[in-house]
């Protein structure tokens, strides 16, 4: 049995098993802490603790799903080709609207690192948060950040734009399908994506334009941020 643990086979099955379970639960009770991401990691760490197996051993077959990562990054062009049409009559709105958004991020992340003292290998591995996981990733290790806690930061962010950001967007009256995919794709990159998804191909196509964009923007204003600093 041991062997099985240690083998990529075993990370690959927990995971699609746990996440299909999770998957079931949240769509017959659609209560939001039983998100399949959040339920999903939740349970992944029970059953790891609980069978004392090492992250190590688990990610022998975890790393094949994270591959998938950037083929699903790209996929995201396909809603987006069939919204061209419409996101060129609009682009100079989006260019504005996407290109202060990736700004603000930054300059948050800036301010709450002032205010709370923070280190700054900490501070440095907050500035991608709102990136989706590959890029942020090569961000944090250019800029002299942590990955690891990178990471961290990256899924804080996107599970709070799950959980919550479509309720926050109906509670603060923003009712137009591109606005509000935009808002998830620029503040919660993959995650939030997923979940503005499920209302629609529009808002699908623009969070994906949004998560795009809000990563090249940080790429690019990263170094000159630590060059500030």
Known sequence: MSEFFESGI????????????AGLLYRRYRWTLLHPVLLSITGIILILKILDIDYGSYNRGGQYISFFLKPAVVALGVPLYHQLQEIRRQKWAILISQLAGAVAGILLTLFFGWVFK??????LSMIPKSVTTPLALEISASIGGIPPLTVGMVLAVGLQGAL???SWLRWTGIRDRAAAGLAMGAASHAL??????????VETAYAGLSMMFTGIV???????VVGFL
């Open 164 to 166: 919550f950001g479509v």
């Open 218 to 224: 940080t790429a690019v204003l990263a170094p000159w």
């Open 10 to 21: 075993f990370g690959v099955t927990l995971t699609f098993v746990v996440y299909m379970g």
């Open 192 to 201: 939030g994506v997923a979940r503005i998804s499920e209302a629609g191909r």
């Open 118 to 123: 923070m280190s700054q290998g900490t501070l």
